[in-house]
């Protein structure tokens, strides 16, 4: 049927919410820590996201409680309960779940992704869920540590050399301990960028997905990154100015921050790209063959120290 789920599998998945596929599924675009695929059902068109296999079935059902919660709200489609109530269900090891297919008509502008994703940390200031399992996002206690053990692991020079520069940019830029523990926690979705935002052809409806690296995390963080993921990094100056500004402004029309979070904004943004180890997991090199990913992040962490200060002050003096 497709070679991103096994044919077996899929068929047991839809059996437990009563289903059986009508024509052969498709898959979807992405897939870094989940597959997704489209299947016309007897009972309409779904999409069926099977969770990696490193998302335990714990995990998983926080995803798709989160998930849920901003699906009621308006913010992301429907899930769609099992039989017997559940919002996932397990094959073999394996946490699926099933949520109403929407055709994603554009990207969202800067702007509006803002605006939608000020709208749902709005609405996950009120998630409550009794499933608890360690958030996805999470930082070493001091944020060099995890970095500091890799380094005394490996003797291969050039990750040593990625490593230490990651290190001299946390001494020279990033927050210590005090400072992350004095800033505020939320529930955030923890993935939030254009990719997981569909535009919809109905009345330009603006839909998150994939919530499976939901945490409670500084918000501020998300904000920054988001704007990282839907511009880049490669514009000059002036037009980093212009964007950003206008992207922050329209986040806080609907989703105010504290001036303190402002003010340190841009340096967690730095402390979590730098400190951050999914890349750095072997003293062989990066973890799965993320290779690019590693360098795309080196890339943004480059550009994020150079207009460090711009960005701070934009950050500081634009205004809920």
């Given at each position: 049927?497709t070679a991103?789920?096994?044919?077996?599998?899929?068929?047991a998945?839809?059996r437990?919410?009563?289903?059986?596929?009508?024509?052969?599924?498709?898959?979807?675009p992405g897939g870094h820590?989940?597959?997704?695929?489209?299947?016309p059902t007897?009972?309409g068109?779904?999409?069926?996201?099977?969770?990696?296999?490193?998302?335990?079935a714990t995990?998983?059902r926080?995803a798709?409680e989160?998930?849920?919660?901003?699906a009621?709200?308006?913010l992301?489609p429907?899930?769609?309960p099992?039989a017997?109530?559940?919002l996932?269900t397990?094959?073999?090891?394996a946490s699926?779940?099933i949520?109403?297919?929407?055709e994603?008509?554009?990207?969202?502008?800067?702007?509006g992704?803002?605006?939608t994703?000020?709208a749902?940390?709005?609405?996950?200031q009120?998630?409550?869920?009794?499933?608890?399992?360690a958030?996805?996002?999470?930082?070493?206690?001091?944020p060099p540590l995890?970095?500091e053990?890799i380094?005394?692991?490996?003797?291969?020079?050039?990750?040593?050399?990625a490593?230490?520069?990651?290190?001299?940019?946390?001494e020279?830029?990033g927050?210590g301990?005090?400072a992350?523990?004095?800033?505020?926690?939320s529930?955030i979705?923890?993935?939030?960028?254009?990719?997981n935002?569909l535009?919809?052809c109905?009345?330009?409806?603006?839909?998150?997905?994939?919530f499976?690296?939901?945490?409670?995390?500084?918000?501020s963080?998300e904000?920054?990154?988001?704007?990282?993921?839907?511009v880049?990094?490669?514009?000059?100056a002036?037009?980093?100015e212009?964007?950003f500004r206008s992207y922050?402004s329209?986040?806080?029309?609907?989703?105010?921050?504290?001036?303190?979070?402002?003010?340190?904004?841009?340096?967690?943004?730095?402390?979590v790209q730098?400190?951050?180890t999914?890349?750095f997991?072997t003293p062989?090199?990066e973890?799965r063959?993320?290779?690019?990913f590693a360098r795309?992040r080196h890339?943004?962490?480059?550009r994020?120290v150079k207009?460090r200060d711009?960005?701070r002050?934009i950050?500081?003096?634009?205004?809920?």
């Amino acid at each position: 049927m497709t070679a991103v789920l096994v044919e077996e599998d899929l068929s047991a998945c839809l059996r437990q919410y009563g289903l059986h596929a009508r024509r052969a599924a498709r898959s979807l675009p992405g897939g870094h820590v989940g597959k997704t695929v489209v299947v016309p059902t007897n009972q309409g068109l779904l999409a069926v996201k099977q969770f990696g296999r490193r998302f335990d079935a714990t995990r998983a059902r926080l995803a798709a409680e989160a998930h849920q919660f901003a699906a009621i709200a308006g913010l992301a489609p429907p899930v769609r309960p099992t039989a017997t109530g559940q919002l996932t269900t397990v094959i073999d090891d394996a946490s699926y779940m099933i949520t109403e297919y929407v055709e994603p008509a554009c990207p969202p502008q800067p702007q509006g992704f803002a605006v939608t994703l000020a709208a749902l940390h709005n609405r996950l200031q009120d998630f409550r869920s009794g499933t608890h399992c360690a958030d996805f996002l999470e930082l070493s206690d001091p944020p060099p540590l995890a970095l500091e053990r890799i380094l005394q692991q490996t003797q291969d020079q050039e990750h040593r050399d990625a490593i230490a520069w990651r290190l001299q940019v946390l001494e020279d830029h990033g927050l210590g301990s005090q400072a992350l523990a004095a800033t505020g926690r939320s529930w955030i979705h923890g993935d939030a960028r254009p990719e997981n935002l569909l535009t919809t052809c109905v009345a330009g409806r603006q839909l998150f997905i994939d919530f499976d690296q939901v945490s409670r995390f500084p918000r501020s963080y998300e904000v920054l990154r988001g704007y990282v993921a839907s511009v880049g990094l490669q514009l000059p100056a002036h037009l980093l100015e212009t964007t950003f500004r206008s992207y922050l402004s329209a986040y806080l029309a609907v989703m105010p921050i504290s001036a303190e979070d402002r003010a340190i904004m841009v340096d967690l943004y730095i402390t979590v790209q730098a400190a951050e180890t999914r890349t750095f997991t072997t003293p062989e090199g990066e973890v799965r063959g993320m290779r690019a990913f590693a360098r795309s992040r080196h890339e943004k962490l480059t550009r994020i120290v150079k207009y460090r200060d711009l960005l701070r002050r934009i950050a500081e003096e634009v205004r809920p």
